[in-house]
């Protein structure tokens, strides 16, 4: 009975950390990233760290960071930076 309370708190802890996205220190760790360099590169502003991005991905395994932004032309966008099978980094939006 213990065991399984444990592991009930365990599951609860870790789905709380998964749906907060990995807390603001991960977004401020990103804030530096390649992804924020490739998005400024292309004249995107005011971007938004929201972390990994599995919807974009084209498997679970595909590093992908997602993201808000405005565009170059001050439309408020989302999307993903993602490295796909053939090596290549891509936006992909939502």
């Known amino acids: 009975m213990k065991l399984n309370r444990i592991i009930a708190a365990s599951l609860i802890?870790?789905?709380?950390?998964?749906a907060s996205?990995?807390?603001?220190?991960?977004r401020a760790l990103s804030q530096s990233s390649p992804t924020v360099k490739l998005l400024e590169s292309q004249g995107y502003t005011d971007i938004q760290i929201t972390g990994w991005d599995w919807i974009a991905a084209d498997d679970l395994w595909r590093p992908s960071t997602g993201f808000h932004a405005t565009t170059p032309h001050g439309l408020k966008?989302?999307?993903a930076v993602v490295v796909d099978s053939d090596g290549a980094?891509?936006?992909?939006f939502h």
């Open 89 to 92: 980094t891509r936006i992909r």
């Open 21 to 26: 996205g990995w807390s603001t220190a991960d």
């Open 77 to 79: 966008c989302s999307g």
């Open 13 to 18: 802890g870790l789905g709380l950390l998964l």
